[in-house]
């Protein structure tokens, strides 16, 4: 008996090992490029497999994004794509997948990121390349705009390369509601919104819809921006305004107000169903980034202008609050050779032109070709082209507060939203945010 | 030699699984407390000794706390909601009820559902949306004329909003702990209960004073397993509202803010708290068990 089963357990044993040389043997040709010192490889990359992580994987994303990969394979006929894509509303999964994946030193090629705060960990781990080079060879510093570089830049480097912008500062309404109620125009400041909103209320319309907590998040950066202007609310997340200035708190209880006059209460689920109201003409209006335009328009078939608008957010006009998805070169990417080559594409304008009339949003360029850019786009993208405008960065979308601050920023909203105290709130924020200098 | 002989088989055929729990639960388990004592923010490991630090803020953050009391009342709901409802239910079906078999899988078929598609529907089920955008229970209510019993549910602003997502959970293991029921009334013999009757015990009396006592082992199965699964409740909550401090317990909360804040210290001594918790309810059942066995 004892012999059976240790003749048995050496003979596993033999094949475990032969297993194990096979899986080291696969590893052994693995067809890795070198990773150059901090300039480009010369030459046609070798590599012949390229994987590329994001999270997108909604409707109008997960087309652009093919169309990007496709453009991709042209060039590199010869490359295997893996597509390593983890669905989730802005990311919160992949993020978590990621992190395990970056952690373990099992970086993909290329990783999609929000520019500005969120990228900063990963940049204080040495997780990814610094990419200046590239952009001095690229000549991009001239094409993106700069102030955006400015959110974008640690230290005087720059560590990603965005490919599109989405807008946040944006009321949506339906006209149709709006000319029951007898509204010439949507509100052009808060204080306006909120005489609006009496008169809608009168009428049985729910002045304001809105969604789950980070929409909540969503309506308070863009009552925070018009109720400061851009540069005040700059100054929130670089130390120089004060989170508990009167002006501050004033803003905030400003917030409070408008709440009230939301459906808060009764909050949808998602972005979308909190879109419905104002679809169905049983509410006015919806505070949401440009992404809400796909909905309108793709998912709904509706027209806009007609059946649906959109404008500046109360008291925002001529400032443009801007988030943007962007690409890494990871340390000690696999394939970086083609890692390049795709970043070059992600910043090219033909790249840009390609994945962003798709995906619904416009090219961080400032160079793009106006004619692709049909509808409701081309609003943001006279606006982000033009010199004038003032650009701020997003807090729901990562731009102007990291991971840490802003989940501290969560737990005191969400105290905040169920008590109004918008001094407890302010000291809160002002506390998280030394906390994580 | 002879007795090597006698249990080294044996000891080889246990050690795979033996190493396997020792690295992937002790082991980590011991890393994770590692971890809840360092100073690890963002995404490089650090693991510089913190003391207590962590454990100390979270005594004075209002969001554990809250979770701590969402997660008492949810597993108190959700524990006596369900062996309650599951101990009924195996009554009814023992009784003798025709198509037995259909309802059992009737009753059983929420369990292979996933938490997350039990939430989407009890999302909707539970909606507190009025007028129009009005669905699920509440529209029941209204259409037959209750109105007065529609409900805010999980967006109450009430403690008990976190009970309305216990339901759900409720809703999916019900079934389960039905089985757990029925096998254990099956379990008690013809002849017994024949005894009491003729002892002339009436059917109420034979049921408290022969069946009840030979339930305790199951009912106690059941409060373990039950409580152990709510305090690591996630997917229902995070797919029904998530970050809505109406419904989050510290499960949560220790993902948002290990992989959103990055603060893996933070989010492992959450961690612990957890298994301190679920430690809390399963290791008096082992001694318990274990005590029971030994008895003759």
Known sequence: ?437 | MCRIRKWGPAALLVAPSLLAIGVFVYGFLGWNLRVSVSDWRGLRATYDYAGLDNYRRLAEDTRFIDGVQNVVVFTLVFVFGTLVFGFLLALLLERGVRGEAFFRTVFLFPMAISFIATAIIWRWLLSNASGAQETGLNRLFDSLGVGFLANDWFKSDSYWAVASVAIAAGWALVGYIMALFLAGLRGVSDDLREAARVDGASEAKAFWHVVRPMLLPVVMSAIVILAHISLKTFDLIYAMDAKSRKIETPALYMWFITFEGLNFSIGAAIATLLMVGIAAVIVPYIWYSVRSERRP
């Open chain 1, 1 to 437: 008996m004892t012999s059976t089963l240790h003749r048995t357990s050496g003979r596993s044993l033999a094949a475990l090992a032969a297993a194990a040389a096979l899986v080291l043997a696969s590893c052994g040709d693995d067809d890795g490029a070198e990773p150059g010192a901090g300039g480009t490889s010369p030459g046609a990359p070798t590599s012949t497999e390229f994987e590329f992580f994001s999270w997108w994987t909604g409707a109008g994303d997960s087309e652009g994004k093919q169309a990007l990969l496709d453009l991709f394979a042209e060039r590199h006929p010869d490359v295997e794509i893996i597509d390593a894509t983890v669905a989730g509303g802005a990311g919160t999964n992949a993020q978590a997948v990621l992190t395990t994946r970056l952690q373990a030193g099992d970086p993909p090629d290329s990783y999609q990121r929000h520019v500005g705060a969120e990228l900063q960990p990963d940049i204080e781990a040495e997780l990814v390349e610094d990419l200046t080079w590239l952009y001095d060879e690229e000549g991009w510093r001239d094409v993106f705009p700069e102030d955006m570089l400015e959110l974008a830049t640690v230290d005087d480097r720059i560590y990603s390369v965005p490919v599109n912008i989405h807008r946040s500062n944006l009321i949506w309404y339906n006209p149709a509601v709006l000319a029951e109620a007898g509204i010439a125009a949507p509100p052009a400041s808060w204080d306006e919104f909120l005489q609006q909103a009496a008169t809608l209320e009168a009428a049985g319309k729910t002045p304001l819809t809105i969604g789950p907590s980070w929409t909540q998040k969503h309506l308070l950066e863009n009552v925070l921006l018009g109720e400061l202007g851009a540069e005040a609310y700059s100054g929130l997340w670089d130390g120089s305004t004060d989170w508990e200035s009167t002006e501050v708190t004033d803003a905030l209880d400003m917030f409070t107000e408008v709440l009230a006059h939301s459906n808060v209460d009764e909050a949808a689920a998602d972005w979308q169903p909190a879109l419905d109201p104002v679809i169905e003409g049983d509410a006015a209006y919806n505070v949401m980034g440009d992404w809400a335009n796909t909905y309108f328009a793709t998912a709904q078939g509706l027209a806009f202008e007609t059946e649906y608008g959109v404008t500046t957010s109360p008291g925002t006009e001529g400032i443009f609050n801007w988030l943007s998805d962007s690409f890494t070169l990871p340390v000690g990417a696999p394939h970086r050779d083609l890692a390049v080559e795709w970043l070059r594409l992600a910043g090219s304008k033909e790249g840009q032109d390609t994945f962003n009339p798709i995906k619904g949003s416009i090219p961080a360029r400032t160079d793009a070709d106006t004619s692709l850019y049909t509808g409701y786009l081309e609003m943001p993208l006279t606006d982000w082209n033009d010199p004038e405008i003032e650009l701020v960065g997003s807090l729901a979308h990562g731009v102007v507060a990291g991971g840490a601050f802003n989940t501290e920023i969560d737990s005191a909203l969400g105290e905040f939203v169920a008590s109004g105290d918008s001094a407890q709130f302010a000291s809160a924020v002002k506390e998280a945010y030394e906390a994580n200098q």
